[in-house]
């Protein structure tokens, strides 16, 4: 079992910056892909950014390349998620996902943990 606390969310202006944070605890595995997803009022969940767990690799959805930034930190056993340029549209709840395998995917059906998520809105 592999537990995920999410932190950082919050209220911010258009424009503004929050950064998101993944504390992940219980077993460990080598190798590992993590994730964050958001979901807005009324609309499915979908992809924002993964990490391979190498930290080399990542991935973007295209509504957030060049505004967010994930990273990793292996000592800590803790994924960041800096988000900049932040716009209305990025409000919802973000949450934090983890795949056993390292396998790099956009799919939240493919992800085996999940946190509880953190509320982040941004006023426009």
């Known amino acids: 079992q592999v537990q995920l606390v999410e932190s950082g969310g919050g209220l911010v202006q258009a424009g503004g910056s929050l950064r998101l944070s993944c504390a992940a605890s219980?077993?460990?595995?080598?190798?590992?892909?993590m994730g964050w997803f958001r979901q807005a009022p009324g609309k499915e969940r979908e992809f924002v950014s993964s990490?391979?767990?190498?930290?080399?690799?990542?991935y973007y959805a295209d509504s957030v390349k060049g505004r967010f930034t994930i990273s990793k930190d292996s000592a800590k056993n803790t994924v960041y998620l800096q988000m900049n340029s932040l716009k209305a549209e990025d409000t919802g709840i973000y949450y934090c996902?983890?795949?056993?395998?390292?396998?790099?995917?956009?799919?939240?059906?493919?992800?085996?943990?999940w946190g509880q998520g953190t509320q982040v809105t941004v006023s426009s």
């Open positions: 996902a983890f795949k056993v395998m390292a396998v790099a995917t956009m799919r939240g059906s493919d992800y085996d943990y």
């Open positions: 219980g077993r460990t595995w080598n190798t590992y892909n």
């Open positions: 990490i391979m767990w190498t930290g080399r690799n990542t």
